[in-house]
């Protein structure tokens, strides 16, 4: 008896019995599960709005011959390349296109938030991504940063010429959100809520359900057991004395 008063604020469980709890309980850990991937497919594709991506790529290589190009430029050019991208993503370069395309009420940061620049390893393209609810305004922001960026870059890196890979297309599909990764997302996180849940209402319960629980936990030995007679049992055999 002492010992269970000095250990009972310790928690112990068994992982086999909890395991059991757990698969016993499975219809209602799938049915969480289905109704949080309900919610997330709900969320993705009528809640969230809707963007759109469009892209463009330019090829930059620093020559100091207009009539042949060494190994030693295409070395340079691929060194620099980390260098272009900086510079495309420089304020200046997004406040010049806020400017000229009349973008109002958006600001630098929030603008940048919508532009990512890629620049492969072992490679002196360039690709400018922009991420807009409108396609329109997607590959109008693209282009845009494509001129302003040629010219800042040839200024600043004393660069001859940068060539155009491809210009920004017009998307006729959203990038997101993805209904299919916030379906399993949705479903994943309930499944995982529902296990949460189950395993914290197992651990809290403290009360004594068999006669292993008594020696388990009290440390006294079990004399006897009395059956459980239900109310239906008593009339039965009232009938049959009868």
């Known amino acids: 008896m002492e010992e269970y008063r000095e250990n009972k604020n310790e928690i112990e469980f068994d992982l086999l019995e909890l395991t059991h709890i757990l698969l016993g309980r499975f219809w209602i850990i799938l049915l969480v599960g289905i109704v949080t991937a309900g919610i997330g497919f709900a969320v993705s594709a ?37 260098d272009y991208a900086e510079l495309i ?75 155009v890979v491809e210009t920004a297309n017009m998307p006729t599909e959203k990038s997101g959100p993805s209904i299919v990764k916030w379906t399993l997302i949705g479903g994943v996180a309930g499944c995982f809520l529902a296990c949460a849940v189950i395993v914290v209402i197992f651990l809290l319960d403290d009360s004594i359900k068999s006669s292993e629980d008594v ?24 009938k049959r004395k009868k």
């Not at 207009?66 to 295409?74: F, G, I, L, P």
């Not at 009420?105 to 938030?113: A, Q, V």
């Not at 807009?132 to 660069?159: G, L």
């Not at 059956?227 to 239906?232: G, K, L, N, Q």
Request: charged share 25%; glycine share 2%.
């Open 46 to 82: 009528y809640v969230l709005a809707p963007f759109f991506e469009s892209t463009t790529k330019i090829y930059i290589l620093n020559k100091t011959d207009n009539t042949s190009v060494t190994y030693t430029d295409v070395q340079i050019g691929t060194q620099l390349t980390k």
């Open 215 to 238: 020696e388990k936990y009290l440390g006294l030995s079990v004399l006897a057991m009395i059956p459980v007679i239900s109310e239906d049992n008593t009339v039965r055999k009232s």
């Open 89 to 163: 993503n420089s304020r200046y370069v997004i406040e010049k296109v806020i400017e000229q395309l009349s973008l109002e009420g958006i600001e630098y940061e929030e603008l940048m938030k919508k532009v990512s620049v890629d620049a492969p390893a072992d490679t002196r393209i360039v690709s400018i991504t922009v991420e807009h609810t409108n396609p329109e305004t997607a590959m109008n922001i693209a282009n845009c940063i494509r001129k302003v960026a040629e010219e800042h870059i040839q200024n600043v890196m004393d660069i001859e010429a940068v060539n």
